[in-house]
DNA sequence: TTTAAATTAGGAATGATTCCTAATTTCGAC
DNA sequence: GTCGAAATTAGGAATCATTCCTAATTTAAA
C-alpha cells in the first residue's frame, strides 16, 4: 500500500474541498466529476487506505452509514441522535485538562484520537415539546 | 409499539444478564437458548425498539458492526480504534463540569446522551513500538 | 367475549461494503 | 530507458448486516 494513483489523489482532493462529512457513497459521486470511469470499490478501498493513513477520520454515526472528515487538527464531533447533524467543535485533547480528566476516568492511559458527543440537539430538543406519542 | 411479548422480555434479560457489549448477531445466539424458536427479525426489531425505550445503548463502532450494552446510569466508554476494546467509565454528564465545557465548546445546547472516546489503547500503544511496516 | 392493534417467524429484499480477477500502472533496480 | 515485482484499477460477484413483507398469532382494552 502507497503508491502513487490519481484515483487516490481526486478522493483527498475531494475530501479537502468537501468539509461536509459525506458519506462513501457520496464521496464516490462527488468523485465521479473529476474520475468519470473511477469504480466504487476503488473509491471504498481508498476511503480505508486514507483513514489507515491518517489522512481522513471515519465518524461512527448512530443514523445510516458512517461519515468521513477530512482530519485537521484538534477537530472533535457532536452527532444528534435524532436528527444526525452533525456539530464540530475543537480541541487539542493531547494538552488540556478535560481529557487528562477523561484519562483518569477511563483508567487506562489511551491515546485519544478523538471525542464523539452523541445527543439531542437544540432544535430536536424544542420540536420534541409539541409532540405526543 | 409497546405489547408485552416474552421475546422482549428475554431480550432485555440477556442485555441485563450479559454486560458484554454484544453485536446484534450475538443477542441472537444468546437469546435463542431460552427461545429457541425466535427469529432474527425479531430481534434486530425489538433491539431498535429497545435503544428508543432508551433500556440499550447502541454503540457506534469503528471496527466491525455496532455493539449494544445494557443502559444504566452515567455510563460513557472509550474505544480502541486498533483492537475494538470497549472501557466502560462513568460519568453524569448532566452534572459535571467536563460536559459543561464541552457544551460551551459545541456552541449548541445538547442534552448529552453519552461521550465516547475513540483513541489506541494502552496494549495496543505497546504492541506498535516492536512493528515497521 | 370481541375486535383492533401489536407482535411474531420466516424468508425475501435491500443497502453497504468487501472480495475476486484480469488488466494496467507505478516505481525502483539495473 | 527497460525490466519485473508490487500496487492499483474497473467491474462485477459475493458477503454481511439489517430491514421489509406477509400471513398467522398474541395482546390488551372496550
Known sequence: MNNYSKQREAILDVMKQNLIH?????????????????????????????????????????????????????????????????FDFYDDFNKNEISKKLLKQIGNNMDINSITIYGICEDCKSNNKNKEE
Chains 1, 2 share one sequence.
Request: aromatic share 10%; with cysteine; net charge negative.
Open 22 to 86: 459525506p458519506t462513501a457513497e457520496e464521496i464516490y459521486y462527488l468523485v465521479l466529476e473529476k474520475e468519470p470511469q473511477i469504480s466504487k470499490s476503488t473509491v471504498y478501498r481508498n476511503i480505508n487506505i486514507l483513514v489507515e493513513l491518517g489522512e481522513i477520520k471515519k465518524l461512527n454515526m448512530t443514523l445510516g452509514p458512517d461519515r468521513y472528515d477530512y482530519l485537521y487538527k484538534d477537530h472533535s464531533h457532536a452527532i444528534c441522535e435524532k436528527c444526525g447533524n452533525i
